[in-house]
DNA sequence: ATCATATCGATAATTGTTTATCGATTAAGC
DNA sequence: GCTTAATCGATAAACAATTATCGATATGAT
C-alpha cells in the first residue's frame, strides 16, 4: 500500500555491527583474499554465522552460495552504507578532559565526523585551539549551528549541565547528539540521542567481577 | 535443585540503568524530597513506569503502595548493589588522545573505579606521567597486573594492536576488558569485554541523518 | 470511619533480537 | 556429466526485553 522504495529498515543492533565488519574486512590482505564467507568472518568476530548473513543481507550486497561475498564490493558497499565518504559536521559541548581528547582525535574523519569547533564557559580555555579547534564561548553555539548547518552535537559537559546544553542544542537545530555525560536527556521525538555511557559500563564490569551477573 | 540463596539474575541492560537512576536521586534535594516514586523517575528520565520498578524490584527496595520509596534508602541501596565504594583497581593501555583523556579523569573513583598506571609502547611517553599516572612499557604489565592483582584492563591502542594487548591482558589475569578499540575482542568465555565503540554509536547517529534507521 | 486515588507488585501480552532449520545454488572432485 | 559439499537466502523457532494490564494496599480527603 504505502510501501514506496525505501531503503529496508534496519535494525541499530544491526547498524552497530556494520562497523566491526568493515574493519574486520579491511584489515584483510585483498591481494590474498579475494572473496569472504560468512561463516569465515563470524569465526573470526565470534559471532553467529547467521546473523552475520542477515546483518550483510540487509545491505544488498549479494553474496555467491558455495564461495561467499566478493571482498572488495562488500567493503564498498559497507563503506557506502554508512556514508563514509560524505563527511557530517559536528559541534562539541565542553572540552574538558575528555572533550579534548575528542578534538584531538584524528579518525573520526574515517567515519564520517568532522569536529569544527568546540565550545566552553570557562573564560581560561575560551579562544584557545586544541587539536587544530577553535574553542568558543557557549553563547556562541546557536548561531554558529544554525549559519553553517551543523546537525551533530557533542556533549561532554558535566552531568548537571548535560541537559541544559542539549535544549540549547536542539533549538539550534541539532538533529543527533552524541552524549558522554552520564545522564539520560529529554529530547523531542524526531532528535536522536546516542549516549556513550561510561557509568553504565562501568556498572557491568564492576559487576561482573563480582560475578553476579545472569548467566 | 541447584538454586541456593542467589542473587537474582539481573540483566545487563537493567544493571546499565541502574546508574542513571543513582545520578537523578542523587541530583534531588534529599532535604525537600523524602518520597520518589517510580512514575516520578520514569517521567524525569523519559522511561517507562513500570520498567522503572522492575528494575529497581531487583535490588530490592521495597516501595510503599500510594507513596513510593524512600529517597535516602534507595540512594544507600543502589549505591551497596553497584558497589561503589569498593574501588577496584585498573590498568590502562595505549596512552594516545583518549588515553591521555582517560587516565586524567578524576570521575572514576566516584563509580568504583582506579586506574594505577598506563602502559604504552612509544619511548617518548615511557617514563612520563599523565594525571599524575606513571606511564610503563607495555612489557612490564604482566608482571604488574599479577603482582598487584588487578583485574581490569582498559584498552585505548589502535585496532590492530587491540586483540593482541587484549590477550596480554588475559594472560596476565584480567577478569574484565574494558575495550575502546572499534573491534571485537575475542576472549574467553569466563572474560567480560564491555566495548565503547564509538564507530558504531557513529554510524547510528550518521545513519539517523539520513533518515533510514527503522522506525 | 469510609471512600477515592495513587502507587506498588506481579502477571500477561507485545515487541524485538538472536539462533536454528531447510531448501536452493554453485563450485569442485570424480 | 554427475555427485558431493559448502554456502547463501529465507523462514521458523527460541529467547530476551519492554510495555500493558490488573489486583492489592496504604494514604489522604470527606
Redesign the pocket.
Known sequence: MTAKKESPPI????LR?LPLYLNHLKSLDSEKIKI??????AKALN???????????SIK?????????LLEKLITDLEMYLGYGNVDEAVLAGVGHLGRALLSYKGFETYGLNIVVGFDTDDKIIGTEVGGKKVLPLEKLTGLCKRMHVNIGIITVPPDKAQAVCDLMVSAGIQAIWNFAPVKLVVPDDILVQNENMASSLAVLSKHLKKKI??
Open positions: 535494525s541499530v543492533q544491526t555491527r569472504i564467507s560468512c561463516p569465515a568472518i559471532l553467529n554465522e547467521v546473523l552475520v548473513r542477515k546483518d550483510l543481507a550486497s549479494g553474496g555467491r552460495p558455495r564461495t561467499g561475498y545472569k548467566k
